[in-house]
């Protein structure tokens, strides 16, 4: 069976069967995949199909999916996505409630521009920093102040990339096109040479699941997975575990997951990436699909574990007005 005609068969029984909330109305203040993928959205869903089947193998759960995977392959398409989406880099910081904005702070911004042009050297401090766009993955680099000539020129081309890339469109993840573009420099969170090592929180209807713990990401590429409560798995979960080992529990990690669920509990999934520096807690950026949902998890434990912990309420059958009370709460700001 082509994957077409896999998709096409599923796509007749969810409408049939009325599953996924398809034939029922998007709440105020989201939107969903159906629509806004218009004629794209059985073409994507097809790409995506196909990219699940190259790396897992078999044929993804279209019907009644239970692992983590197939159900990430599914919200791309039928869940809710606040209009303000948190994908944006620059307004991850808004999702968290304001009682804990004092202790888990914002990476400090020095400049942005929604034009390809970098700021003058007069106007930032000698030092190194990141250069970001703030609406894709991959569009990061460390730059240091004062630029030269040279070196300003060969950027330019990067950054005028960066603000014209469409954000994969390839695997639909059609929520990156809702973010106003901007480029920006970001003060420098590494403590010494190396990456600065982050922690990515996987929260399923308000709770943690598990978390990882990344180091050398440049190099090496160093993953450990861990229970809630810091806790090693012994498992792999996006990279081959080679010779990573165990690290102990962050310092903060109480205030790390505090913030990790005040934040999961606006999503029936997110994931909240943080790292830490002198002692401090800082929010990265919040993933609704990591890895673009092209990933196999590398222990099928954990893809069963997070599908189980993850029940969304857009999936299956649902009733009318099956989003009231979880897409009902008040955000953190002002849409």
Same mark, same amino acid.
């Given at each position: 069976?082509? &994957?077409?005609?896999?998709?096409?068969?599923?796509? /007749?029984?969810? &409408? !049939?069967?009325?599953?996924?909330? #398809?034939?029922?109305?998007?709440?105020?203040?989201?939107?969903?995949?159906?629509?806004?993928?218009?004629?794209? +959205?059985?073409?994507?869903?097809? =790409?995506?199909? /196909? @990219?699940?089947?190259?790396?897992?193998?078999?044929?993804? *759960?279209?019907?009644?999916?239970?692992?983590?995977?197939? $159900?990430?392959?599914?919200? $791309?398409?039928?869940?809710? #996505?606040?209009?303000?989406?948190?994908?944006?880099?620059?307004?991850?910081?808004?999702?968290?409630?304001?009682?804990?904005? &004092?202790?888990?702070?914002?990476?400090? #911004?020095?400049?942005?521009?929604?034009?390809? !042009?970098?700021?003058?050297?007069? /106007?930032?401090?000698?030092?190194?920093?990141?250069?970001?766009?703030?609406?894709?993955?991959?569009?990061?680099?460390?730059?240091? +102040?004062?630029?030269?000539? *040279?070196? =300003?020129? *060969?950027?330019?081309?990067?950054?005028?990339?960066?603000?014209?890339?469409?954000?994969?469109?390839?695997?639909?993840?059609?929520?990156?096109?809702? @973010?106003e573009r901007a480029i920006y420099l970001e003060e420098d969170l590494r403590e010494g040479a190396g990456d600065a090592a982050d922690w990515k929180f996987y929260v399923c209807n308000g709770r943690i699941v598990v978390y990882q713990h990344d180091a050398d990401r440049s190099g090496t590429h160093l993953q450990t997975v861990y229970s809630r409560t810091g806790t090693w798995l012994d498992k792999q979960l996006y990279v081959r575990k080679g010779g990573a080992r165990p690290v102990a529990p962050p310092a903060r990690l109480d205030l790390m997951v505090e913030a990790a669920e005040a934040i999961g509990r606006f999503f029936d999934f997110i994931r909240v990436d943080m790292f830490i520096r002198g002692g401090e807690v800082y929010l990265g950026e919040i993933g609704l699909v990591p890895n673009g949902c092209t990933k196999r998890i590398r222990d099928p434990e954990l893809d069963w574990m997070l599908g189980g912990a993850w029940q969304a309420p857009w999936l299956g059958r649902v009733s009318p007005g099956f989003a009231d009370g979880h897409y009902r709460r008040e955000w953190p700001f002002a849409a």
């Open positions: 069976m082509r &994957a077409e005609q896999y998709a096409k068969l599923a796509l /007749e029984r969810i &409408a !049939d069967e009325r599953l996924h909330g #398809i034939h029922e109305p998007v709440p105020d203040r989201y939107l969903r995949g159906v629509e806004r993928l218009g004629e794209e +959205f059985a073409p994507g869903l097809v =790409r995506s199909v /196909e @990219i699940y089947r190259k790396n897992h193998g078999d044929w993804p *759960d279209l019907i009644d999916p239970q692992t983590f995977t197939s $159900k990430q392959l599914l919200f $791309k398409f039928f869940g809710l #996505i606040p209009r303000v989406t948190p994908s944006d880099k620059l307004r991850a910081h808004d999702w968290l409630p304001q009682h804990l904005r &004092a202790q888990v702070h914002r990476p400090r #911004i020095l400049w942005r521009g929604d034009t390809p !042009d970098l700021p003058g050297n007069d /106007e930032i401090a000698p030092g190194t920093y990141w250069l970001k766009c703030n609406h894709g993955s991959g569009t990061n680099l460390p730059v240091t +102040f004062p630029l030269d000539d *040279d070196h =300003r020129t *060969d950027l330019i081309p990067l950054t005028r990339r960066w603000l014209r890339r469409v954000h994969s469109k390839r695997l639909s993840l059609w929520w990156y096109e809702l @973010i």
